[in-house]
């Protein structure tokens, strides 16, 4: 069974920039597709971004295209959110998740990180 373990969330100002980093635990990491996930205060958890298995595709919610980028080293065993021009409204607490199908499917992910705080200020 694969472990995912996020870092990198922390205060910053609007306008900054944040690189988030989810490392998995076992040897078939490139086997999965990993997405961030985002959960504000008092809201659902949404999709943020996902990346397939070895790195090929990519897709992104509509209000982080342009400015979130997602990556994977398979090598590290390490997923990527690089986060540039964050707004408040980017406050969360962000998790990374892992599935063996591309596309992902929010509802059947196999495992989930406990999350990491970003908190953008005004």
């Known amino acids: 069974q694969v472990q995912l373990v996020e870092s990198g969330g922390g205060l910053v100002q609007a306008g900054g920039s944040l690189r988030l980093s989810c490392a998995a635990s076992?040897?078939?990491?490139?086997?999965?597709?990993v997405g961030w996930f985002r959960q504000a205060p008092g809201k659902e958890r949404v999709f943020v971004a996902a990346?397939?298995?070895?790195?090929?595709?990519?897709s992104y919610a509509g209000s982080v295209k342009g400015r979130f980028t997602i990556s994977r080293d398979n090598a590290a065993n390490t997923v990527y959110l690089q986060m540039n021009s964050l707004r408040p409204e980017d406050t969360a607490v962000y998790y990374c998740?892992?599935?063996?199908?591309?596309?992902?499917?929010?509802?059947?992910?196999?495992?989930w990180g406990k999350g990491t705080l970003v908190t953008v200020s005004s």
């Open positions: 990346v397939s298995g070895r790195g090929g595709y990519t």
């Open positions: 076992g040897r078939t990491f490139s086997s999965y597709a």
């Open positions: 998740a892992g599935d063996r199908n591309w596309p992902i499917d929010y509802y059947g992910m196999d495992f």
